[in-house]
């Protein structure tokens, strides 16, 4: 579970340094929606603030750089398969300032279902992300069950010019399979609850029951462990960000003990090794020396 910030009470900066911000902000938001996703739900945060930015602003940023150039030259792989398409839709309710949600999505192309009618019985094979999607909802909702229903809508309105672009490449699709962790989310897409207990959420929402019903989409619940969108929906600790990289990006390995290479190229991996993550501090002189001892170590063995 995640809370909003308290209120920014830090100075705040210099129509120059706010410039400098989005000029960053921008250019690693390319860089994010094209390679790496990782970075979404930071950049979220970061641009929702940049008008009115912060010395705290500031150090977000700093943060997201660190980021960046400890795990450099992202690479999405990916492998021969079906061309269906598959989501999986979470929300984080009230994580984001001033009462508001945030949505994630993770899309991917897979091999068929045996059944393309009912739930896949057998998870699909996973594919490097096509599409990802990390957004604060702009409207206020009034439960973690709305947020996880808008989710779904935002998701499923996303889809639809990827399986129009699919099918005008020839690759018929069947109902898309959007996976949820949320009960009410998928009682309510498949009328599967009393719809007079839902008429407080915001109306554009039940676009997505309908559609269901069409045979456009076909909204299914799995345990949350197993939704790749929620990595998308808020913050993690260090620990969590190097569990869940590998998953959606190609990834070699950083630190290699091979005497074939030399002292100083060691070490920059071993600097690269100790910062890999959410690092929060820069590279100082001592943790170079420290990188340095340890490689002529490795290759002294």
Same mark, same amino acid.
């Given at each position: 579970?995640?809370?909003?910030?308290?209120?920014?009470?830090?100075?705040?900066?210099?129509?120059?340094?706010?410039?400098?911000?989005?000029?960053?902000?921008?250019?690693?938001?390319?860089?994010?929606?094209?390679?790496?996703? #990782?970075?979404?739900?930071?950049?979220?945060?970061?641009? /929702?603030?940049?008008?009115?930015?912060?010395?705290?602003?500031?150090?977000?940023?700093?943060?997201?750089?660190?980021?960046?150039?400890?795990?450099?030259?992202?690479?999405?792989?990916?492998?021969?398969?079906?061309?269906?398409?598959?989501?999986?839709?979470?929300?984080?309710?009230?994580?984001?300032?001033?009462?508001?949600?945030? +949505?994630?999505? $993770?899309?991917?192309? /897979?091999?068929?279902? #045996?059944?393309?009618?009912?739930?896949?019985?057998?998870?699909?094979?996973?594919?490097?992300?096509?599409?990802?999607?990390?957004?604060?909802?702009?409207?206020? +909702?009034?439960?973690?069950?709305?947020?996880?229903?808008?989710? #779904? %809508?935002?998701?499923?309105?996303?889809?639809?010019?990827?399986?129009?672009?699919?099918?005008?490449?020839? $690759?018929?699709?069947?109902?898309?399979?959007?996976?949820?962790?949320?009960?009410?989310?998928?009682?309510?897409?498949?009328?599967?609850?009393?719809?007079?207990?839902?008429?407080?959420?915001?109306?554009?929402?039940?676009?997505?029951?309908?559609?269901?019903?069409?045979?456009?989409?076909?909204?299914?619940?799995?345990?949350?462990?197993?939704?790749?969108?929620?990595?998308?929906?808020?913050?993690? /600790?260090?620990?969590?960000?190097?569990?869940?990289?590998?998953?959606?990006?190609?990834?070699?390995?950083?630190?290699?003990?091979?005497?074939?290479?030399?002292? #100083?190229?060691?070490?920059?991996?071993?600097?690269?090794?100790?910062?890999?993550?959410?690092?929060?501090?820069?590279?100082?002189? /001592?943790? %170079?020396?420290?990188?340095?001892?340890?490689?002529?170590?490795?290759?002294?063995?």
């Amino acid at each position: 579970m995640q809370y909003a910030e308290n209120e920014d009470a830090s100075a705040p900066l210099s129509p120059t340094q706010i410039n400098r911000l989005q000029q960053i902000t921008g250019t690693l938001l390319y860089y994010a929606i094209a390679v790496d996703p #990782t970075m979404l739900v930071a950049l979220g945060d970061i641009a /929702s603030e940049q008008t009115k930015a912060t010395i705290k602003t500031l150090a977000k940023v700093e943060w997201l750089l660190d980021y960046a150039a400890s795990n450099p030259l992202a690479t999405i792989r990916y492998t021969a398969s079906g061309m269906i398409l598959y989501i999986h839709s979470d929300a984080s309710y009230l994580s984001v300032s001033k009462a508001r949600s945030r +949505v994630g999505g $993770h899309f991917f192309l /897979s091999n068929p279902s #045996t059944d393309p009618s009912k739930p896949p019985l057998v998870r699909p094979p996973l594919n490097g992300p096509i599409h990802t999607i990390s957004k604060i909802l702009k409207n206020v +909702v009034g439960s973690a069950a709305e947020a996880e229903i808008a989710g #779904t %809508y935002v998701n499923a309105t996303e889809a639809v010019p990827i399986v129009v672009t699919l099918e005008e490449l020839g $690759h018929i699709q069947p109902p898309t399979p959007i996976q949820v962790d949320n009960s009410t989310a998928f009682g309510f897409a498949n009328k599967k609850i009393k719809i007079k207990r839902t008429k407080a959420i915001d109306m554009r929402y039940h676009w997505i029951v309908d559609r269901t019903s069409q045979g456009q989409f076909l909204i299914y619940l799995e345990p949350g462990d197993d939704n790749l969108g929620d990595y998308h929906t808020k913050h993690h /600790s260090p620990t969590h960000h190097r569990h869940m990289r590998p998953i959606f990006l190609h990834e070699n390995e950083r630190l290699k003990t091979n005497v074939s290479m030399s002292t #100083t190229h060691l070490a920059s991996c071993v600097v690269l090794q100790l910062l890999r993550g959410c690092a929060n501090s820069h590279i100082h002189r /001592s943790t %170079y020396d420290r990188a340095t001892h340890m490689a002529k170590y490795y290759i002294q063995k």
